[in-house]
């Protein structure tokens, strides 16, 4: 048996593990893009606009719990998450947003949407993230992300002309894209060193 026969170069086993992590950033977005206009409208839609506590608090729980489960469904396989995950995800949103958005006077700009944007963020990745502890060893780096990536999902939709005067619960489809593809590369950077690990 040749060299050639044997395999020189790459491990037999790296390229699976290139292809699993791809395929769970694509499946990651694919959820993001889905989960959030759908949740965020249906929040938006029995709360209404995002102009003062009540609502807020009412949108962002129903938007926030929508995503959660969206999220669990793929995260409880990739990394043992429990169901607890839907509604802190919806308690951590509805705190969020209410103080983001009152932060901000419940403006639409750019920056203030980028603000409330982060507050809400931090809120979901404080609550994600201690659940992620016992999961996976990123979960750190997951807290920290979070306000930024909330506040830059929300400039992408600002950036394509979403109608944010409308105060919507959460960015549209455009900012989910983006948000999902950058979280879900964090994760599978996690997943990753866990397969190579076992």
């Known amino acids: 048996m040749s060299s ?9 086993t790296a390229r699976p593990r290139r292809t699993s992590s791809a395929r769970f950033v694509l499946s990651w977005t694919g959820v993001a893009l889905l989960a959030f206009p759908i949740a965020g409208y249906i929040g938006w839609w029995i709360a209404g606009h995002v102009d003062a506590v009540g609502p807020a608090l009412v949108g962002g729980g129903i938007t926030g719990a929508g995503v959660g489960l969206a999220q669990w469904l793929l995260l409880r396989r990739a990394f043992d998450v429990t169901p607890l995950w ?3 995800t919806g308690v951590a949103l509805a705190i969020g947003l209410a103080a983001g958005a009152a932060t901000v006077g419940y403006e639409t700009s750019a920056a203030s949407l980028a603000v409330m944007g982060a507050v809400s963020g931090a809120a979901v990745g ?3 993230g201690a ?6 060893s990123l979960w750190l780096a997951w807290v920290l992300a979070m306000p930024a990536l909330w506040a830059i999902a ?3 939709s600002n950036s394509i ?3 944010v005067t409308n105060q919507f619960t959460v960015f549209g489809a455009s900012g989910s ?3 999902g593809a950058l979280s879900g590369t964090l994760l599978a950077t996690d997943k990753r060193r866990g397969e190579a690990t076992t």
């Open 4 to 12: 050639a026969d044997v395999g020189v170069g790459i491990p037999p």
């Open 86 to 88: 839907i509604p802190v």
């Open 126 to 128: 404080i609550a994600q």
């Open 131 to 136: 659940l992620l502890r016992k999961t996976s």
């Open 154 to 156: 929300w400039l992408v």
């Open 161 to 163: 002309g979403v109608d």
């Open 177 to 179: 894209i983006v948000f």
